[in-house]
């Protein structure tokens, strides 16, 4: 199976800084690559899928780009309401594995 | 817009058994592979089960065995039939959808397995 690892696996940044988060393969496979955001009791949102399509009504400042063994979930301008944990998921060739997080604090 | 609506979620005794339906609109099931994942309280996103758009079924060691994934496609509806429960099975339950280029995720049922 295919394993994925997110890393780091929390950051604390400021407010209006870049955020990049990245999402690594053990092996090389389509852009089958999803994004996730969820807050504190609430239900994961997607942001992003197909490695870098933006999902409707998802702020601009989100990124995805990558593909085969390497992804990255970017934040352009890290607001207050970024606040959330965001995993990533390849969706394609079961099983359709989940990273195991990354958690986004403001500093 | 898609909407996949989850139901079916409820109490039930360990070793009891539970249905989950998902519906779907505005597309048609038999061109989409569909999923079901789950999330523990407390815990990260965890893949269940997976249909693909041809009929094969998929299932994550931890239920192989004891849940089964299936889909009628003349009621655009997913099931995933639980049986022989445990408490380690309580979850939100959330089904997905792939196909057209896109990606579709439910709001999620609870499931909670406690005596």
Known sequence: ?107 | EVQLVESGGGLVQPGGSLRLSCGASTFTFSTHAMSWVRQAPGKGLEWVSAISSSGGTFYADSVKGRFTISRDISKNTLYLQMNSLRVEDTAVYYCASRGDGKYYWGQGTLVTVSS
């Open chain 1, 1 to 107: 199976d295919i394993q994925m690892t997110q890393s780091p696996s929390s950051l604390s940044a400021s407010v209006g800084d870049r955020v990049t988060i990245t999402c690594r393969a053990s092996q090389g496979f389509s852009d089958y690559l999803a994004w996730f955001q969820q807050k504190p009791g609430k239900v994961p949102k997607l942001l992003i899928y197909a490695a870098s399509t933006l999902q409707s009504g998802v702020p601009s400042r989100f990124s995805g780009s990558g593909s085969g063994t390497d992804f990255t979930l970017t934040i352009s301008s890290l607001q207050p309401e970024d606040v959330a944990t965001y995993y990533c998921q390849k969706y394609y060739g079961a099983p359709w594995t989940f990273g195991q997080g990354t958690k986004v604090e403001i500093k």
